[in-house]
């Protein structure tokens, strides 16, 4: 296959997806002229490519495709839903005919005449009445110039193959291709234009025989695009004829010089083969670095830390050409959703956000099926029919909400509807009839533990069979193949309000943190993502380790949690040692410990495979090389947490029950010099970074440190914090324009709270103080640390709005109003606050605002709507009721700062216009 | 290979019996590297090893043979072997002797009395002046059951 074709292929596939997808959001919003003209131009681009490719059957669909879609553009046809599944359809057949053609370098043999007929159908139906052919004009007959275009190109890709044809090589095709166009256009349309030969003159490649030739071409062409042999004949004949106008029209000026691509395609293999070399490349430097460090006095120190800077640059620009949206994942899934709208007879509307979040392509490539097979199950199993939806008191309209976002290294992916949820006591009936479950598990087990029965397999398919069950059609499967890429799926399910999927991958499979333990003279390697905590016990640390029947066990904050001890599982000789250590380990929903000598370090490694020998060991997920050239073995959480046995092992974790109803926010909990601890919502934080006491430096006596390329100032956590002692974790917030680093003395843990101010504040860095895990923490108030940084003075925001930016918060929660605030100051904005909507239309009646940020709970909307815009803010994407939206012009997530930014702009931006 | 077409062999010694490997299976031969323990692996594994950065499984050619391991490894070489597929083992060995072109008129198959754990790992025999040399069947060699993890 040559290149052209190969780049062909590849292009047209990325742009059938964009199709796909573009045609579904149209069929919903055909009112959007620039989505319709996006719709064509691919159409037109593949149609044409084709044409030039010589590929007939493929050019004859797309062009057929296109002429529905013209008439949508011109407004004669009207989009319904069985021309837009018309489109759709032939999309279907133009991707099976590429997927031949890429496997086996042709076009396969076969005649779509029922469906290039069909959509001529549609084309024509709605069209004004074409029952006398002959009383038509020619142009109309032949079909436009669509038709012409296209006809044109096949026959001159066809012209060119043939033997006589061979003067027409040196013309350069896009010129000689217009001017073709253009010539029999005009003949056709009985326009004046140089006639045919006269094209073919200017250009030098006249002479009879190109002529006879391409009208020859052209004439089966236009046979092949459906055009009646007759009119195709008169066509021809008036091509011929055209007598040479009076002075031939000037050549269209050559088109200016494309700017040169920013892209270029590159094979997968190369970048694979670029990524391993990296890898290496790191592996060396690691190997390097320790030497270094038992020879400070080298005189290789100078290169060698420069080496170490230029490798860990290389493997991170590596990692980003891996880097893909996650909506290449997605791409197929809103044309799934209406498929299957249209199957089960129920109305879903797929929302997504996060589309553009990036992931390493390999992950990419692990997640489609399973998100695929969620999608499904959600429009299948979770979602009701309208008819029940509206007796329920719901929407009639099913959402199914997928949502991406990046966490730390992570990258969790939501999945959830608003259907009908889980039905507990179905499934705890359907366990025990299989016996999964004994009856008193059956009457004990909470309610979560029941609802993951859905991941057990066995479960799942029987449930599908009898029809009773919820869903779960296959979700062992899902599990398996997450889990395969390190990563872990939780769920949680409300009876009538809905369910909803938690996914979490690793950004990368290839480099990962792990923690380096040793065991019985032994290292290992855990990967730190299964890592929650790391606990002493014995010795002078106070914490024992138990024995439960011969079990050992470790009493964690009321908990107890299963150990396992390494050296047993391992079968490794030795003492045991007075000091242990125990890694608290968390898969899925289930934490155990694993018992250690003592814990070493954390290190970047490079996963690589387990040899094919190794792999029956279930519990190694691979092996890396130490920076000594050690080789160690890189332990599998999932797979020593089997050891643990069945699922009625797994035990209660009580950070998960929290009073229903509640939104949980994860906070971030840190501690400073003092003893209350601080927490800041984990959704603000960009990055945790560690300062070393010297890169703090001091500008205008202020501590700074270099952060990405500027300086970032530092602000202390509290008062008695000293910044510059040894290494201390920085914990990074970023806007768009810049960013402060909160110095603090340790960071403790995340974990999921309900957002609610218990006590007043304290102290002035403190919003409020909520009781986390049975202790009191403050909510750190961010604005007061930005203004400690010396950024007291708002920089205003480069806006379009040359207006006042005043901007009213009216929400209940004190709380709540604090947590955004700052935000629009930070903006720009001068901000008011109003506890009700009485309030707040009391201030409205005093004041002027641009813009008023409303809790969706304020029920007042319209006196604020009179106002000024006004945005709706709700805490989870996934609890918001169709009516909460109503009345308000903007709706965002309060937690999403981003977007709330963006909703901001888009407003000022609309009130200057 | 075939019994029709001449051969030419890596060879080695290990508990006493003369081996040979085909010589477009061998990737390398190393002195007594560094093994580090894979544990839990079946008993003929010993670890792996680092080679120039990649890892590569080492395996005991003594353990595997079902003969009596040696009492110091010390002096030991290692032959690094291709799987069909290009996934390398190290192949702990004795000693390394010589690379030999080998007439086919000179290849025996098994002989009927060798013992089945062996027969399943070679692949016949040349008649040399002093001992037989035995032809490794790498495929079949590291084709390694799990032990009972």
Same mark, same amino acid.
């Given at each position: 296959?040559?290149?052209?074709?190969?780049?062909?292929?590849?292009?047209?596939?990325?742009?059938?997806?964009?199709?796909?997808?573009?045609?579904?959001?149209?069929?919903?919003?055909?009112?959007?002229?620039?989505?319709?003209?996006?719709?064509?131009?691919?159409?037109?681009?593949?149609?044409?490519?084709?044409?030039?490719?010589?590929?007939?059957?493929?050019?004859?669909?797309?062009?057929?495709?296109?002429?529905?879609?013209?008439?949508?553009?011109?407004?004669?046809?009207?989009?319904?839903?069985?021309?837009?599944?018309?489109?759709?359809?032939?999309?279907?057949?133009?991707?099976?005919?590429?997927?031949?053609?890429?496997?086996?370098?042709?076009?396969?043999?076969?005649?779509?005449?029922?469906?290039?007929?069909?959509?001529?159908?549609?084309?024509?139906?709605?069209?004004?009445? +074409?029952?006398?052919?002959?009383?038509?004009?020619?142009?109309?007959?032949?079909?436009?110039?669509?038709?012409?275009?296209?006809?044109?190109?096949?026959?001159?890709?066809?012209?060119?193959? %043939?033997?006589?044809?061979?003067?027409?090589?040196?013309?350069?095709?896009?010129?000689?291709?217009?001017?073709?166009?253009?010539?029999?256009? /005009?003949?056709?349309? /009985?326009?004046?234009?140089? %006639?045919?030969?006269?094209?073919?003159?200017?250009?030098?490649?006249?002479?009879?025989?190109?002529?006879?030739?391409?009208?020859?071409?052209?004439?089966?062409?236009?046979?092949?695009?459906?055009?009646?042999?007759?009119?195709?004949?008169?066509? =021809?004949?008036?091509?011929?004829?055209?007598?040479?106008?009076?002075?031939?029209?000037?050549?269209?000026?050559?088109?200016?010089?494309?700017?040169?691509?920013?892209?270029?395609?590159?094979?997968?293999?190369?970048?694979? #083969?670029?990524?391993?070399?990296?890898?290496?490349?790191?592996? =060396?430097?690691?190997?390097?670095?320790?030497?270094?460090?038992?020879?400070?006095?080298?005189?290789?120190?100078?290169?060698?830390?420069?080496?170490?800077?230029?490798?860990?640059?290389? +493997?991170?620009?590596?990692?980003?050409?891996?880097?893909?949206?996650?909506?290449?994942?997605?791409?197929?899934?809103?044309?799934?959703?209406?498929?299957?709208?249209?199957?089960?007879?129920?109305?879903?509307?797929?929302?997504?956000?996060?589309?553009?979040?990036?992931?390493?392509?390999?992950?990419?490539?692990?997640?489609?099926?399973?998100?695929?097979?969620?999608?499904?199950?959600?429009?299948?199993?979770?979602?009701?029919?309208?008819?029940?939806?509206?007796?329920?008191?719901?929407?009639?309209?099913?959402?199914?909400?997928?949502?991406?976002?990046?966490?730390?290294?992570?990258?969790?992916?939501?999945?959830?509807?608003?259907?009908?949820?889980?039905?507990?006591?179905?499934?705890?009936?359907?366990?025990?009839?299989?016996?999964?479950?004994?009856?008193?598990?059956?009457?004990?087990?909470?309610?979560?533990?029941?609802? +993951?029965?859905?991941?057990?397999?066995?479960?799942?398919?029987?449930?599908?069979?009898?029809?009773?069950?919820?869903?779960?059609?296959?979700?062992?499967?899902?599990?398996?193949?997450?889990?395969?890429?390190?990563?872990?799926?939780?769920?949680?399910?409300?009876?009538?309000?809905?369910?909803?999927? !938690?996914?979490?991958?690793?950004? !990368?499979?290839?480099?990962?943190?792990?923690?380096?333990?040793?065991?019985?003279?032994?290292?290992?390697?855990?990967?730190?993502?299964?890592?929650?905590?790391?606990?002493?016990?014995?010795?002078?640390?106070?914490?024992?380790?138990?024995?439960?029947?011969?079990?050992?066990?470790?009493?964690?904050?009321?908990?107890?949690?299963?150990?396992?001890?390494?050296?047993?599982?391992?079968?490794?000789?030795?003492?045991?040692?007075?000091?242990?250590?125990?890694?608290?380990?968390?898969?899925?929903?289930?934490?155990?410990? =694993?018992?250690?000598?003592?814990?070493?370090?954390?290190?970047?490694?490079?996963?690589?495979?387990?040899?094919?020998?190794?792999?029956?060991?279930?519990?190694?997920?691979?092996?890396?090389?130490?920076?000594?050239?050690?080789?160690?073995?890189?332990?599998?959480?999932?797979?020593?947490?089997?050891?643990?046995?069945?699922?009625?092992?797994?035990?209660?974790?009580?950070?998960?029950?929290?009073?229903?109803?509640?939104?949980?926010?994860?906070?971030?909990?840190?501690?400073?010099?003092?003893?209350?601890?601080?927490?800041?919502?984990?959704?603000?934080?960009?990055?945790?970074?560690?300062?070393?006491?010297?890169?703090?430096?001091?500008?205008?006596?202020?501590?700074?440190?270099?952060?990405?390329?500027?300086?970032?100032?530092?602000?202390?956590?509290?008062?008695?914090?000293?910044?510059? +002692?040894?290494?201390?974790?920085?914990?990074?917030?970023?806007?768009?324009?810049?960013? =402060?680093?909160?110095?603090?003395?340790?960071?403790?843990?995340?974990?999921?709270?309900?957002?609610?101010?218990?006590?007043?504040?304290?102290?002035?860095?403190?919003?409020?103080?909520?009781?986390?895990?049975?202790?009191?923490?403050?909510?750190?108030?961010?604005?007061?640390?930005?203004?400690?940084?010396?950024?007291?003075?708002?920089?205003?925001?480069?806006?379009?709005?040359?207006?006042?930016?005043?901007?009213?918060?009216?929400?209940?929660?004190?709380?709540?109003?604090?947590?955004?605030?700052?935000?629009?100051?930070?903006?720009?904005?001068?901000?008011?606050?109003?506890?009700?909507?009485?309030?707040?239309?009391?201030?409205?009646?005093?004041?002027?605002?641009?813009?008023?940020?409303?809790? !969706?709970?304020? !029920?007042?909307?319209?006196?604020?709507?009179?106002?000024?815009?006004?945005?709706?803010?709700?805490?989870?994407?996934?609890?918001?009721?169709?009516?909460?939206?109503?009345?308000?012009? #903007?709706?965002?997530?309060?937690?999403?700062?981003?977007?709330?930014?963006?909703?901001?702009?888009?407003?000022?931006?609309?009130?200057?216009? | 290979?075939?019994?029709?077409?001449?051969?030419?062999?890596? @060879?080695?010694?290990?508990?006493?019996?003369?081996?040979?490997?085909?010589?477009?299976?061998?990737?390398?031969?190393?002195?007594?590297?560094?093994?580090? $323990?894979?544990?839990?692996?079946?008993?003929?594994?010993?670890?792996?090893?680092?080679?120039?950065?990649?890892?590569? @499984?080492?395996?005991?050619?003594? @353990?595997?043979?079902?003969?009596?391991?040696?009492?110091?490894? $010390?002096?030991?070489?290692? &032959?690094?072997?291709?799987?069909?597929?290009?996934?390398?083992?190290?192949?702990? &060995?004795?000693?390394?002797?010589?690379?030999?072109?080998?007439?086919?008129?000179?290849?025996?198959?098994?002989? &009927?009395?060798?013992?089945?754990?062996?027969?399943?790992?070679?692949?016949?025999?040349?008649?040399?002046?002093?001992?037989?040399?035995? &032809?490794?069947?790498?495929?079949?060699?590291?084709?390694?059951?799990? $032990?009972?993890?």
């Amino acid at each position: 296959m040559d290149d052209i074709l190969r780049d062909f292929i590849a292009e047209a596939n990325d742009s059938i997806d964009a199709l796909d997808r573009a045609l579904v959001r149209f069929e919903r919003e055909p009112e959007d002229p620039d989505l319709l003209s996006e719709i064509f131009r691919v159409m037109h681009t593949i149609k044409g490519t084709c044409g030039f490719l010589g590929l007939a059957r493929l050019a004859a669909i797309a062009h057929a495709g296109e002429n529905i879609l013209g008439q949508f553009r011109d407004g004669a046809l009207t989009p319904k839903q069985d021309s837009v599944s018309a489109i759709l359809e032939s999309i279907d057949l133009i991707k099976a005919l590429i997927g031949h053609l890429d496997a086996h370098g042709a076009e396969p043999a076969g005649d779509d005449g029922a469906l290039i007929s069909r959509l001529n159908a549609i084309a024509s139906a709605d069209a004004p009445a +074409q029952t006398h052919a002959a009383e038509e004009p020619l142009a109309a007959r032949v079909g436009g110039l669509s038709t012409i275009d296209c006809a044109i190109e096949l026959a001159l890709a066809r012209a060119k193959a %043939s033997p006589e044809g061979v003067r027409l090589h040196g013309a350069q095709d896009d010129a000689l291709h217009s001017a073709l166009r253009d010539a029999a256009w /005009g003949a056709i349309s /009985g326009e004046a234009g140089p %006639s045919l030969s006269a094209a073919l003159n200017q250009l030098g490649l006249g002479g009879e025989a190109e002529l006879v030739l391409l009208l020859q071409k052209l004439e089966a062409a236009l046979g092949e695009l459906g055009v009646e042999p007759e009119t195709a004949a008169q066509a =021809i004949a008036a091509c011929r004829d055209t007598p040479e106008a009076p002075k031939a029209a000037p050549m269209a000026a050559p088109a200016p010089a494309a700017a040169p691509a920013q892209t270029i395609r590159v094979h997968v293999d190369a970048l694979e #083969q670029l990524m391993n070399v990296a890898s290496e490349l790191v592996l =060396i430097r690691n190997q390097l670095l320790q030497t270094l460090r038992a020879q400070p006095e080298s005189p290789f120190a100078g290169p060698l830390n420069r080496l170490n800077h230029v490798t860990s640059e290389l +493997q991170e620009s590596v990692m980003t050409t891996r880097m893909q949206p996650i909506g290449a994942a997605w791409a197929k899934l809103p044309r799934l959703a209406r498929d299957l709208a249209i199957e089960l007879d129920k109305r879903i509307e797929l929302v997504t956000q996060g589309a553009e979040t990036e992931l390493d392509r390999q992950v990419l490539e692990q997640i489609k099926d399973p998100l695929t097979h969620m999608i499904r199950n959600s429009a299948d199993h979770g979602l009701e029919p309208p008819g029940e939806r509206a007796k329920a008191g719901k929407p009639e309209t099913g959402r199914i909400f997928l949502s991406a976002r990046h966490e730390g290294s992570h990258i969790v992916i939501e999945v959830g509807d608003d259907g009908r949820g889980l039905m507990t006591a179905k499934l705890r009936a359907k366990a025990l009839a299989q016996g999964l479950i004994t009856p008193a598990e059956a009457e004990t087990l909470s309610e979560n533990k029941i609802q +993951q029965l859905i991941f057990h397999p066995g479960f799942s398919t029987a449930a599908q069979v009898s029809g009773i069950s919820g869903r779960g059609v296959g979700m062992d499967v899902v599990r398996t193949n997450i889990e395969k890429i390190g990563g872990t799926v939780e769920l949680s399910s409300t009876e009538g309000k809905g369910t909803r999927f !938690t996914i979490r991958i690793p950004l !990368t499979l290839t480099i990962v943190s792990a923690l380096i333990v040793g065991c019985a003279g032994e290292k290992f390697a855990v990967p730190q993502s299964s890592v929650v905590e790391l606990v002493g016990a014995g010795g002078g640390s106070g914490r024992q380790i138990e024995y439960v029947n011969g079990a050992p066990v470790l009493r964690l904050r009321d908990r107890l949690l299963p150990l396992i001890a390494l050296q047993n599982l391992m079968r490794l000789e030795g003492e045991e040692e007075a000091e242990r250590c125990v890694l608290v380990i968390r898969v899925g929903s289930l934490s155990y410990g =694993i018992i250690v000598d003592r814990v070493f370090d954390t290190e970047e490694i490079v996963v690589k495979p387990t040899a094919s020998v190794l792999r029956a060991i279930p519990y190694y997920s691979g092996a890396t090389i130490l920076g000594d050239g050690a080789v160690i073995m890189i332990l599998d959480p999932k797979g020593v947490a089997q050891t643990l046995g069945a699922i009625d092992t797994n035990i209660e974790d009580t950070h998960e029950e929290t009073r229903s109803g509640e939104t949980l926010v994860q906070l971030l909990i840190m501690r400073g010099a003092g003893a209350t601890l601080k927490a800041a919502p984990l959704q603000l934080v960009s990055r945790i970074e560690e300062a070393a006491a010297e890169a703090v430096e001091y500008a205008d006596g202020k501590p700074v440190l270099q952060y990405r390329g500027r300086l970032m100032p530092l602000a202390a956590l509290d008062e008695g914090m000293r910044i510059g +002692q040894g290494k201390q974790p920085v914990v990074v917030f970023e806007d768009e324009t810049r960013a =402060i680093g909160l110095v603090v003395e340790e960071i403790i843990d995340v974990i999921e709270a309900p957002l609610r101010q218990d006590f007043k504040p304290s102290t002035p860095e403190a919003l409020g103080s909520l009781v986390v895990a049975d202790r009191v923490t403050d909510i750190i108030d961010l604005a007061h640390y930005w203004r400690q940084a010396a950024y007291a003075a708002a920089p205003a925001r480069t806006s379009a709005a040359p207006l006042a930016k005043r901007a009213l918060i009216v929400d209940p929660s004190p709380f709540k109003r604090n947590l955004i605030a700052p935000l629009l100051a930070m903006a720009g904005y001068e901000v008011a606050t109003a506890e009700t909507a009485e309030a707040a239309s009391a201030l409205l009646e005093r004041e002027s605002f641009s813009v008023i940020l409303s809790d !969706t709970a304020i !029920t007042a909307r319209e006196t604020l709507a009179a106002a000024a815009p006004v945005i709706g803010l709700y805490d989870d994407p996934l609890n918001v009721r169709q009516a909460d939206a109503e009345g308000f012009a #903007q709706m965002a997530c309060r937690f999403d700062r981003a977007a709330l930014l963006t909703t901001l702009d888009s407003i000022a931006a609309r009130a200057a216009a | 290979m075939t019994a029709s077409e001449d051969a030419q062999l890596v @060879t080695m010694y290990s508990g006493g019996a003369y081996f040979g490997v085909p010589v477009t299976r061998v990737r390398d031969v190393l002195a007594a590297p560094q093994i580090y $323990a894979a544990p839990l692996a079946p008993a003929s594994i010993l670890g792996s090893i680092n080679l120039r950065g990649r890892i590569v @499984t080492a395996i005991d050619l003594r @353990t595997r043979l079902g003969m009596a391991p040696a009492e110091n490894r $010390a002096g030991c070489k290692c &032959v690094i072997v291709e799987r069909t597929g290009g996934e390398p083992y190290a192949l702990l &060995v004795d000693e390394i002797g010589d690379v030999m072109m080998l007439s086919a008129s000179l290849y025996e198959p098994n002989p &009927v009395t060798l013992d089945k754990s062996w027969s399943q790992l070679c692949r016949g025999l040349y008649r040399q002046e002093g001992q037989m040399l035995i &032809v490794l069947d790498i495929d079949a060699l590291l084709e390694i059951e799990a $032990a009972a993890a």
